[in-house]
């Protein structure tokens, strides 16, 4: 087991984060002050590359100045409202959404967790006021593997016993399937299969890779079922792999497809969804954002009272949202994570020569490097010291996503680091 070398500065951080904080996360012990674009700070002046980018929520860089100016102006002006009144801000963040997802409707809310919550509420009630399911027999097919949150429902419907253990009994209604396993996904249909909710690149499991004709294959399979797909792309979306979102990578009749408004090929070789959890990056961090976007009629069925969030849609998110997007479409960030992707895979794959590697695999800047043996958290602490901060997922998987506007030469540099670090093992 590798060991980390703290110094007591930090070593006073750390005590005190364990003497006061709940247990509830394992972190590295590094201590960050300072963040700026792919790069982040410890508190004594060491400089890392960021190759976790908080779990994907600072796609568009630490601190962005564009999305940190939207935040601070806003934040002077006004800053919460609540949903008993409107806000000059919140319609023109749900335009932009609109406008990003091709979907003609949006609720805000703050976490991702809140935002699959939200969805699995909306697929329920589509099931039984559209479908015509009977009163609570509504069931929604999930994913082994899964991961979309924290909450008592959420967790109840993962597979992972450090995340649902003790903390039953699981909301009823969810039924798990193999991931990437249509035969399954088939069978486990019923005629009260309100909806589908997936991950179109499984991020927590370790980078699972779905294959494309699964994606297009469940999209099939919900449409001749009259069952709604929802993506959880809280991850994945927002150009992480290289397209806005993921599952447009899987539309075999048009390639590259990048979905406004109708659909070319709906309901056939494509994997569209019916709505689809966004969050994470929706800020680019400076804030927590989350939203779900669907089609009418699935968004139609809340009516006042039936849902919220006092914090959903304020001012500051939505100054935050609109101007994360924006940085997003202007730097071209999908487009250069796609083609930095295809580049940081072929290194990797040609430099990491460890007779314990298994796999290098990846879609645009969503990378993992699988190991035979379990020692990813020692290659995640000796990455540290190397100034290389990443997250080792399931013992044997780490998992590299640096900020979308990495440069070349600073993403090649940090792969020449993390290619010597995993030819150790
Ligand atoms: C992070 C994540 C969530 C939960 O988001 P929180 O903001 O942590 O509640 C849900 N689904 C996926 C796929 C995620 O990666």
Known sequence: MADAHVSSETQRFIDKDMHYGAHNYHPLPVVLTKGEGCFVWDVEGKRYYDFLSAY??????????????????????????????????????????SEVTGFPKVLPMNTGAEGVETAIKAMRRWGYRVKGIPANKAEIIVAKGNFHGRTTTIVGFSDDPGAYADFGPATPGFVQVDYDDLDALKKAITPNTAGV??????????????????????????????????????????????????????????????????CPSAGKACARPDLIILGKALSG?????????????????????????????????????????EVLIDEQLCEKALALGVKAVARLQAGITSKNLKEVRGRGLMLAVEFTTPNAHDVAVELMEHGILAKDTHETTIRFAPALVISEDDLNAALDKIIAVCNTY
């Open 56 to 97: 994907s929520a600072v796609n568009q860089g630490h601190c962005h100045p564009k999305i940190v100016k939207a935040v601070c102006d806003q934040a002077g002006t006004l800053a919460l409202t609540s949903r008993a009144f409107h806000n000059d801000r919140m319609g023109d963040m749900l335009k932009k959404i």
């Open 197 to 262: 909710l997936l991950e179109p690149i499984q991020g927590e499991a370790g980078v699972k890779m779905p294959s494309d004709a699964f994606l297009v294959g469940v999209r099939e399979l919900c449409t001749q079922n009259n069952v709604l797909l929802c993506w959880d792309e809280i991850q994945t979306g927002l150009g992480r792999t290289g397209r806005m979102f993921a599952w447009q990578h899987a539309c075999a009749k048009n390639p590259g497809c990048t979905f406004k408004g109708d």
């Open 285 to 325: 961090g400076l804030y927590p954002v989350s939203c779900v976007a669907a089609k009418e009629e699935v968004m139609n069925v809340f009516d006042p009272g039936s849902h919220g969030s006092t914090y959903g849609g304020n001012p500051m998110a939505a100054a935050a949202a609109i101007a994360a997007l």
